[in-house]
T-cell receptor
Framework: AQTVTQSQPEMSVQEAETVTLSCTYD???????LFWYKQPPSRQMILVIR??????QNATENRFSVNFQKAAKSFSLKISDSQLGDAAMYFCAYTPNTGNQFYFGTGTSLTVIP | KAGVTQTPRYLIKTRGQQVTLSCSPISGHRSVSWYQQTPGQGLQFLFE???????NKGNFPGRFSGRQFSNSRSEMNVSTLELGDSALYLC????????????FGPGTRLTVT
């Protein structure tokens, strides 16, 4: 079964500090994609970062970076220099490279403390 | 390029009624997926359409159905509404199924009373 697990329902971080959100997944596929999506209170889901499983290098997008551990099936998101606008629900997602559906975790609600 | 649009944004229905939600994907995107989002369950996959054909279906009862038109616009229908169907329904589009990140619409908030 293909599942995505986010074990931290809620996290908080001080403004300008760094926070790491955890995600693990289960799959028997060798080729797949992983994503982090952000859903602010306005509800529009926005792509934050994406990682191809065949790439060993961790993806980075400005203040957002991932720690992809393929053997451990772990895909954590690090947010550096946290800003108030980073407050949102963050979803980890997985899709196999077979053109099938996306699987989402249950989300982590991130609060940024001024 | 316009994003994914969903109509209506908010909807209130009573138990037993049926509802139709609409989704227009980003221009050039041919794959549309639907999700149900509830606080306790997160995002649950409903179904995916590509080239007017349902490619994948999640574990939802037959009351949930959908279709896709030749212009890639998609509709989902829920018949005989139940209180538990109250949720945010999200539509997402991709250029091709599964190969690229999904772009989400703002969602339709359905409340069943």
């Amino acid at each position: 079964a293909q599942t995505v697990t986010q074990s931290q329902p809620e996290m908080s971080v001080q403004e300008a500090e760094t926070v790491t959100l955890s995600c693990t997944y289960d799959t028997s596929e060798s080729d797949y994609y992983l994503f982090w999506y952000k859903q602010p209170p306005s509800r529009q889901m926005i792509l934050v970062i994406r990682q191809e499983a065949y790439k060993q290098q961790n993806a980075t997008e400005n203040r957002f970076s991932v720690n992809f551990q393929k053997a451990a099936k772990s895909f954590s998101l690090k947010i550096s220099d946290s800003q108030l606008g980073d407050a949102a629900m963050y979803f980890c997602a997985y899709t196999p490279n077979t053109g099938n559906q996306f699987y989402f975790g249950t989300g982590t609600s991130l609060t940024v403390i001024p | 390029k316009a994003g994914v649009t969903q109509t209506p944004r908010y909807l209130i229905k009573t138990r037993g009624q049926q509802v139709t939600l609409s989704c227009s994907p980003i221009s050039g995107h041919r794959s549309v997926s639907w999700y149900q989002q509830t606080p306790g369950q997160g995002l649950q996959f409903l179904f995916e359409y590509f080239s007017e054909t349902q490619r994948n279906k999640g574990n939802f009862p037959g009351r949930f159905s959908g279709r896709q038109f030749s212009n890639s616009r998609s509709e989902m229908n829920v018949s005989t509404l139940e209180l538990g169907d109250s949720a945010l329904y999200l539509c997402a589009s991709t250029r091709l199924p599964g190969l690229n990140e999904q772009y989400f619409g703002p969602g339709t908030r359905l409340t069943v009373t």
